[in-house]
């Protein structure tokens, strides 16, 4: 038998009946924005895949984790053409942030950029956010250029949330990416988590996402 932990982090595949003296191979798929950590159960470590060698009723669990400060998509559903909808940039369990500076690229033939709506409350208080979307000094109209300003709070914030919410409405079918990209645009950009003393925060994870429309 097979599981996951947490529930929806993932999958874990080869579950089922072997002969006895049979080497199963179990694989385990993490689902984003949770990555593979261990095994545990009957099989320990974390080599992914792994096999078990089927002496007995055999139970593994697939365990998986967001690693701190984790920057990634809200998953959104598949999307109609001429629909208006919305996808939080979100993150994991920071700490001390003052700024967050960041690029999106998207398909301008998919999807239309419309606003972004103000920074969410992480720890205490709220924040509040600086938007700018080019063809101008970006040098595109598929790259959105993103400044969260926590800087009222003298020691940032810490915890889990959102970052902001992006506006999109939707022109023809197909399936645009939500990239995270540093160095485009003029002048280029950077993905960077800064404290209060101006350090950058490291290690950071930056997840893509996309958005079907049909």
């Given amino acids: 038998t097979t599981n996951v932990s947490p529930s929806g982090a993932g999958t874990i595949s080869s579950g089922g009946v072997y ?3 049979a080497s199963a191979t179990v694989t385990a ?3 984003s924005p949770y990555v593979f950590d261990h095994w ?3 099989l320990s470590g974390s080599t992914n895949p792994d096999s078990i060698t089927m002496n007995a009723d055999k139970s593994v669990t697939a365990n998986f984790i967001i690693n701190p400060n984790t920057v990634y998509f809200q998953n959104v559903g598949n999307q109609t053409v001429g629909s208006n909808f919305s996808v939080q940039v979100m993150i994991y369990n920071t700490s001390e942030l003052f700024t967050a500076l960041y690029d999106i690229r998207f398909n301008s033939s998919i999807l239309s950029y419309q606003t972004t709506n103000s920074s969410s409350a992480i720890g205490v208080g709220t924040g509040f956010a600086v938007f700018e979307l080019d063809p101008g000094s970006l040098g595109d109209d598929g790259l959105l250029r993103i400044i969260v300003d926590y800087g009222a709070y003298d020691e940032g914030i810490s915890g889990s949330g ?3 919410y992006i506006n999109f409405s939707t022109i023809s079918t197909g399936t645009s990416p939500l ?3 540093s160095g485009q645009g003029n002048l280029p950009g950077k993905l960077q988590l800064v404290k209060p ?3 950058v ?3 950071v994870y930056w997840m893509n996402g996309s958005v079907t429309v049909q």
Avoid: K, R
């Fill in 40 to 42: 545990s159960g009957d």
């Fill in 19 to 21: 002969n006895c003296g």
């Fill in 162 to 164: 959102y970052l902001c």
């Fill in 197 to 199: 003393d101006e350090s």
């Fill in 29 to 31: 798929t993490a689902i």
């Fill in 201 to 203: 925060i490291s290690p």
């Fill in 179 to 181: 990239n995270f990209v």
